[in-house]
């Protein structure tokens, strides 16, 4: 009987709550009194199911699937003095989960992260928050930075993520009526460094926050990223390794010599610290087929790309990880030159539009740590005044091993590529790449997890993680693969091999 009338309550309670238009709450709603801000085009209401379609240089969306949620379309003077704003963007869903999510934007790109916000926020009930980071353009485009345009060059580094920040609290405050309970972030890469520069320099922002794979010694990775570049370019050189070389000779070698460490030969290479790779076991005999082994320059190419990078005595970086051949050709060590870094220098470091990765010798990198473009590094190991006591925040920090782009050795010393790994637990890049984690529990999602820690005090162990076939949710689950806390490591058991629960994490 009691339990009976606590229901009928709970479901006035429900009714009354469900009396809001947000239809005409959304297209009245103007956010006032926040320094800096105002709206770029009145709010848009889009209705379930709605078409949304919308698209800038970086990013894009075209979903019919939405919960309902109302657009909100920021520009925020970043310096007065100078003029320059940057584009914010908060996506308020009407099934309110009382969170806000705020993700974070790939290499020197501009543009406001619309496909997270409607793949990953809006669909879990998250107020959902991106930047354009204070300008417009593809990841990879660094003409916006001038040379010389240094407002700019510091939206990128840390000013528009930290305005867009309390900018988006702000405004979810004034549309629910009520502050969000709890703020999180979740991306990787340049987002991942963006996260992390936010828990250094502003840990009140968030109190939770997942970063994968990030290029937060952004300095260090640009030089390394020239430096891996120069390990095989020209094309034309002797040393450079065509895409079936790396594919089908130097990845099976990998697998010869590290796949079955983990107890199970299935094609990965789960725990890459514990794997010399020797490339010398491919060198040519007299008289061999050269189809099928490697020329002494291509082996040294190797060596160098597999080892740490120092700049006399200096640690530039770690180096690859074995394991991820498949994809490394398409990352740095290939027959294109990587555009992030090379733009990075030409446009913010040595500001010479015609500078080439073959003009980069041993003083840039001092050049580069002394500039500190926009003071983008966000190397500080110090992050007691994020998790500390105070303020408590708790932080997940994830890696993929076979990353072509940013070694993992730089997350141990202190992304996110499809592969061939199970690669889909709910992380950013997933969800609107065909790869949504099996459920929204915080075993599957780590987005879930982290809720789960900041508000529960229950941290998370590990996840289990799903491989599609083929990276597409359509062709239905591969296997499913613990994803361990480092430092231990993934360890096959017994029994059926496509299962997490045969596997185990170990420290070695
Ligand atoms: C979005 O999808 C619809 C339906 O598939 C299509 O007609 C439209 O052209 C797409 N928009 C863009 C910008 O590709
Ligand atoms: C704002 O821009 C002006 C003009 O470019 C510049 O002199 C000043 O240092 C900038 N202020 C900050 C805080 O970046
Ligand atoms: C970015 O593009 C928008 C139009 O979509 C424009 O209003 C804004 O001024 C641009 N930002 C910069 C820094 O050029
Ligand atoms: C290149 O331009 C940026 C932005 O104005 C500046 O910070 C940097 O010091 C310049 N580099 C050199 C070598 O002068
Ligand atoms: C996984 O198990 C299947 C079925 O028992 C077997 O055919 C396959 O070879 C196994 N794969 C590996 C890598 O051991
Ligand atoms: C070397 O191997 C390739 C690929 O197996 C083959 O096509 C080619 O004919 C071989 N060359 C010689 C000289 O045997
Ligand atoms: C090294 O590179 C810098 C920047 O491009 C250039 O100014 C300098 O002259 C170069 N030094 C040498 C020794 O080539
Ligand atoms: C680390 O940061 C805390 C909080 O900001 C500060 O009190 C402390 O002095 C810092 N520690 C070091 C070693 O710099
Ligand atoms: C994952 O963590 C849970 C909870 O601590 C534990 O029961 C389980 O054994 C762990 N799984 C692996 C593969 O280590």
Not at 116 to 145: D, M, R, Y
Not at 446 to 475: K, M
């Amino acid at each position: 009987m009691r339990s009976t009338s606590l229901t009928l309550l709970a479901l006035v309670v429900g009714a009354a709550a469900a009396v809001v238009d947000y239809s005409s709450a959304c297209s009245g709603f103007t956010p006032t009194g926040i320094p800096n801000v105002e709206l770029t085009n009145p709010p848009t209401y889009f209705h379930s199911n709605a078409v949304v379609d919308i698209s800038n240089a970086y990013s894009s969306i075209n979903e019919s699937t939405l919960p309902a949620f109302c657009r909100v379309e920021l520009t925020i003077t970043t310096n007065t003095t100078a003029g320059s704003t940057a584009l914010a963007e908060v996506w308020l869903p009407d099934n309110w989960n009382g969170r806000m999510l705020t993700v974070g934007n790939g290499g020197i790109s501009g543009g406001v992260t619309v496909t997270e916000l409607g793949h990953v926020a809006v669909p879990q009930g998250f107020a959902g928050v991106s930047t354009n980071t204070g300008h417009n353009g593809t990841t990879n485009e660094g003409a916006w930075a001038g040379p010389g345009n240094d407002n700019a060059i510091v939206d990128w580094g840390w000013r528009a993520m930290h305005m867009t920040v309390i900018a988006g609290k702000e405004v979810i405050k004034q549309y629910y009526l009520t502050p969000a309970k709890k703020s999180y972030y979740l991306s990787c890469s340049n987002g991942g460094r963006q996260g992390l520069k936010e828990v250094q320099e502003f840990p009140d922002d968030f109190d939770g926050v997942v970063v994968g794979s990030p290029a937060n010694w952004w300095t260090h990775v640009q030089s390394w990223s020239i430096h891996m570049n120069l390990n095989v370019q020209p094309s034309t050189s002797p040393h450079f390794m065509m895409e079936d070389t790396w594919k089908n000779l130097i990845a099976s070698e990998v697998l010869k010599q590290c796949d079955a460490l983990d107890g199970l030969a299935d094609g990965i290479v789960s725990d890459p610290r514990n794997c010399k790779f020797q490339p010398e076991t491919l060198l040519c005999s007299s008289g061999q087929n050269v189809s099928t082994c490697l020329t002494e320059d291509q082996v040294s190419a190797l060596r160098n790309i597999y080892s740490d990078y120092y700049e006399g005595n200096e640690y530039v970086f770690a180096g690859y990880y074995p394991g991820g051949e498949a994809d490394y050709y398409h990352g740095l060590v290939g027959k294109t030159q990587f555009k992030i870094g090379r733009s990075f220098f030409q446009y913010m470091v040595i500001n010479d539009t015609d500078w080439k990765i073959h003009d980069y010798n041993a003083s840039v990198l001092a050049l580069v740590d002394e500039i500190n473009p926009g003071q983008g590094n966000a190397a500080s190991p110090n992050i007691t005044a994020f998790v500390g006591p105070q303020h408590n925040g708790k932080l997940i920090h994830y890696v993929g091993y076979a990353d072509q782009l940013i070694s993992p050795g730089n997350s141990i010393h202190y992304f996110e590529s499809g592969g061939y790994g199970a690669n889909a637990f709910g992380a950013v890049e997933q969800a609107s790449n065909s790869n949504p984690p099996l459920s929204n529990d915080p075993e599957h999602n780590i987005l879930s997890a982290i809720v789960r820690w900041v508000e529960e005090g229950i941290a998370p162990e590990n996840f289990t993680a799903a491989y599609y076939i083929d990276n597409d949710v359509a062709n239905g689950v591969g296997f499913t693969r613990p994803l361990c806390k480092y430092p231990s490591a993934l360890k096959y058991k017994s029994g059926d091999n496509s299962s997490a629960d045969s596997f185990e994490c170990v420290l070695d």
